[in-house]
Nanobody, 121 residues
């Protein structure tokens, strides 16, 4: 079994910062891409940021210049540093990873349980 567990969400004032972390554990042979999605009430889940195994990143235009995604391959973790937060960043943030659980298995997509980020004064 593979698990993704997020941490670091919470309530922050506009202009503030938060750092989200996600660790993958369990039966892991290799991890390809890792990233973060978010879903605000009444809206579809959207990609926030993505990082490949080699460290190439893709960040949504709405958060570019404010959010930074990084990963540590040795520890199977992916992080999202969120600065200059705005009320419209309020959402549940989900960790996502493409993981191969053994050499015989194909890549499968896994999701964390989600962590709430609320930006409000």
């Amino acid at each position: 079994q593979v698990q993704l567990v997020e941490s670091g969400g919470g309530l922050v004032q506009p202009g503030g910062a938060l750092r989200l972390s996600c660790v993958a554990s369990g039966s892991i042979f290799s991890i390809n891409g890792m990233g973060w999605y978010r879903q605000a009430p009444g809206k579809q889940r959207e990609l926030v940021a993505f990082v490949t195994y080699g460290g190439s990143t893709n960040v949504a235009d709405s958060v570019k210049g404010r959010f930074t995604v990084s990963r540590d391959n040795a520890w199977n973790t992916v992080s999202l540093q969120m600065n200059s937060l705005k009320p419209e960043d309020t959402a549940v943030y989900y960790c996502n990873a493409a993981i191969q659980s053994s050499a015989r298995e194909p890549l499968s997509i896994y999701w964390g349980q989600g962590t709430q980020v609320t930006v409000s004064s």
